[in-house]
């Protein structure tokens, strides 16, 4: 009789042990289409067998754990792309735009520089001409309006990028925090020797958003908990704390902060990695690199005409007499520091005869020896501390972002192929394979039948025994 109820009991830890595994198959199926999940298995173990006389009689199955197909190699290759992704990611859209502002086209700030000039050679054919001279005072003025549009666009492109950011920060610690909840949830499971699967997997699909954004590095320590630290080292997970990111606005750019145990640390670039890192290059380096060059294109026009013109003749509206000592264009060679030279030239004079079109003092109706050197400037001036005209400087800066662009095109490309062929290879790892299910799923629902059928038989022998002794 003993032998007898062994049986039944191993009959039913079998029976026991193929439903439990069937659910985790359902649990797989039912997941094949959620983002980060990793397939699950049963792990099944013999229960230790008992002496029963000469013999050692096995007691039947159980399932000892749950694992997850997972793959700390591979999550730590995706992390390594999403980072690259991510930078990339924070140069493109910046990067469109700038294309969009400094194009090829005809009608771009080099075409204005070049009507510019051109209306001074106009002048030089009727230097007396009213006609002639109101057109090269528009010109001036239209010159200085190409020149506030272009900064106005730079301008408003920062502008875009620091709302980005702030928008962006919010959402970043509403990760952060959840993922200080889920170490805090996976240590409490597994301290009792279960396995926290589904929490490991919504962490890892916040750190890789993480790795995209920030570009955050991870390490676990033995309590399976995960810290999570900025590149520079800066901490935002320690356990199940978690940090405060904060923007603070320093003139006219956003900077982020991080409070650290009530002490506010700041987070410089550098710090930074992934799409944020992107950002601030393009904010603080590459698009004010463009402006800072913009406003030498500005201050070298302005003062190059200013020199020729302040030393040229003009019959002077209020004394009729022939004198110099006239800015063309505002001096802008000395603005306070928080003022765009790009955004600051306008014509010293609203009427066209103070232009100084005369090389002598006389400044008699045919002389053009002054408005001749203006136009000149255009192909004989260098840009200073280039070997390049304005056109050529204009060129460059053109070139630069085209440059740049088809970089970032490029490369944007090769980390999102590399990111895309990894995660193929996490999800042919830890995915769910609803073939293999399928199989799987065949295989206990076999072993839940036989094990029916088992538990009848000895059912069977059990009211034959009975009857027997009866």
Do not use: C
Request: no cysteine; proline share 1%; hydrophobic share 35%.
């Amino acid at each position: 009789m003993a032998g007898l109820l062994d049986a039944l009991n191993a009959g039913k830890t079998s029976l026991s042990t193929n439903q439990k595994s069937i659910e985790i198959v359902g649990n797989n199926v039912a997941n094949v289409n959620t983002e980060g999940y990793s397939r699950q298995r049963a792990e099944l173990m013999q229960i230790p067998a008992v002496n029963f006389g000469d013999f050692f009689i096995g007691q039947g199955v159980t399932v000892s754990d749950v694992s997850r197909d997972y793959s700390s190699f591979i999550s730590r290759q995706l992390q390594e792309s999403n980072i690259a992704f991510g930078e990339e990611t924070g140069r493109s859209n910046t990067l469109s735009e700038l294309e969009r502002i400094f194009n090829v086209s005809d009608d771009n700030l080099a075409s204005e520089i070049d009507d510019f000039f051109d209306a001074w050679q106009e002048l030089t054919t009727n230097p007396s001409g009213a006609v002639e001279r109101d057109v090269v005072l528009q010109r001036g003025q239209l010159l200085g309006d190409a020149f506030r549009q272009v900064s106005d666009e730079l301008n408003t492109i920062t502008q875009n990028l620091n709302t980005e950011i702030i928008g962006e920060v919010e959402q970043l610690n509403e990760k952060i925090s959840e993922i200080a909840k889920l170490n805090d949830r996976i240590r409490q499971i597994e301290i009792g020797g279960q396995q926290a699967n589904a929490a490991r997997d919504q962490r890892d699909l916040l750190v890789q958003d993480l790795s995209q954004t920030l570009g955050v590095k991870t390490y676990s320590d033995n309590l399976g908990m995960l810290a999570v630290v900025l590149p520079g080292g800066t901490p935002l997970v320690q356990g199940n704390t978690a940090m405060t990111i904060q923007t603070v606005t320093t003139g006219t750019n956003v900077e982020l902060q991080v409070e650290i145990a009530g002490t506010i640390k700041d987070i410089s670039r550098e710090e930074l990695g992934g799409e944020f890192r992107g950002i601030y290059e393009m904010r603080d380096v590459f698009v004010e690199g463009l402006h800072d060059d913009l406003d030498t294109l500005a201050i070298d026009i302005t003062s190059s005409v200013n020199d020729i013109h302040d030393d040229g003749y003009f019959i002077d509206p209020t004394t009729d007499i022939a004198t110099t000592g006239q800015f063309f264009f505002t001096d802008i060679t000395a603005l306070p520091s928080d003022v765009r030279a790009s955004r600051s030239i306008t014509t010293a004079f609203t009427d066209s005869r103070y232009i100084a079109a005369a090389g002598q003092d006389t400044a008699a109706p045919g002389d053009n020896e002054n408005a001749l050197k203006i136009a000149a400037l255009e192909t004989s001036h260098n840009v200073t501390g280039t070997d390049g005209n304005y056109d050529a400087f204009f060129s460059q800066m053109v070139s630069t972002v085209g440059i740049e662009a088809s970089r970032n095109d490029l490369a944007l490309k090769g980390a999102e192929d590399t990111t895309v062929q990894l995660q193929n290879l996490r999800d042919g790892y830890s995915g769910v394979s609803l073939e293999e299910e399928m199989i799987d799923l065949i295989q206990y629902q076999r072993g839940f039948q036989s094990s029916a059928k088992f538990l009848s038989t000895v059912d069977e022998m059990m009211n034959s025994l009975l009857q027997l002794k009866g």
